[in-house]
């Protein structure tokens, strides 16, 4: 499907593309002599990892519904979220160990050569057009597995900003800044992996949508003709989309015809307006009355 063949299609250029990065980040790190750049070499080698990570919860997410998962699998883009965001905090984690044992060492702190100055700034330009790139086709087929590994992008930039200044500060004199820029790759690192964890962690556990849209939800409702009163509405995210179940009150004395014609009515409203909405369920209650369980 689509969905899926856009995702590969992203995953498999931004893959290529963090592997070149890598390897020239590596090469220019060793012979510059620059700690922070291989430790930003390191991660651009996760990041491919990463890549694989994604093509592999979509390609589950994607498949159609079958008897034993009668809603569908896009949860599964969730837990290739969640395992992303813990190779990511291994990685922030592994960068940070040997950054400060570096630091505490105080020895063998020599100024990087201008290569690595240049490898920082292609590194900037490159991790800027991977977020743009994977954000973008992200939010085109609402994948969340792909959104993170856009915001792990956008990570990346800064901590080749990162890298960048430690280089330069110890080029001028203070070759400790190129293992504090390493330091600060880590910290930064883990907020991205965190973040990543915290949202994916949200939509497993059935939470809302956000309180925006919800509004917008309610006034489509209470539009439509036929809708005397909204006296419930509930929703839950489902992976990358979401479940909305809605209670409507009409007048007592409809048909059964007619209450189904505006159930409907409200049903097609809401799944055409809110193209994230999976499934959307309506239920009619005579209008006045108390529909407490």
């Given at each position: 499907m689509n969905y899926a063949k856009e995702a590969y299609k992203v995953s498999l250029c931004t893959s290529v593309v963090n592997a070149v990065l890598a390897a020239f980040k590596m090469a220019a790190g060793i012979l510059g002599g620059s700690s922070a750049l291989i430790s930003d070499a390191v991660d651009s080698a996760c990041d491919v990892f990463s890549s694989l990570i994604v093509m592999i919860g979509v390609k589950f997410a994607s498949k159609s519904p079958d008897e034993d998962h009668p809603y569908g699998h896009e949860r599964f883009?969730?837990?290739?979220?969640?395992?992303?965001?813990?190779?990511i905090g291994a990685t922030g984690l592994g960068v940070g160990w040997s950054a400060v044992g570096k630091i505490l060492s105080g020895g063998d702190l020599q100024a990087p050569a201008a290569i690595a100055l240049v490898a920082a700034a292609v590194s900037i330009l490159a991790k800027e057009w991977m977020f743009r790139f994977t954000r973008r086709a992200a939010k085109r087929i609402q994948s969340d597995s792909l959104m993170a590994n856009a915001l792990n992008y956008r990570s990346d930039v800064f901590s080749s900003c990162g890298v960048l200044v430690g280089v330069a500060g110890a080029q001028l004199g203070f070759p400790v800044l190129d293992a504090v820029a390493s330091l600060i790759i880590c910290v930064l690192i883990l907020k991205s992996a965190l973040e990543i964890l915290l949202d994916a962690l949200s939509k497993m556990l059935d939470s809302s949508i956000d309180g925006e849209t919800l509004e917008q939800m309610r006034d489509l409702v209470t539009a439509q003709?036929?809708?005397l009163a909204l006296d419930d509405l509930k929703t839950r995210q489902f992976g990358s989309r979401y479940y909305v179940d809605?209670?409507?009150?009409?007048?007592?004395?409809?048909?059964?015809?007619?209450?189904?014609?505006?159930?409907?009515?409200?049903?097609?409203?809401?799944?055409?307006?809110?193209?994230?909405?999976?499934?959307?369920?309506?239920?009619?209650?005579p209008f006045g009355e108390d529909h407490s369980h």
């Open positions: 883009e969730c837990i290739s979220s969640i395992v992303l965001a813990l190779i003709p036929g809708v809605v209670e409507i009150a009409c007048d007592g004395d409809l048909t059964l015809r007619d209450a189904h014609a505006i159930a409907v009515q409200v049903h097609d409203a809401i799944e055409k307006q809110f193209p994230g909405t999976k499934h959307c369920l309506v239920h009619v209650n």
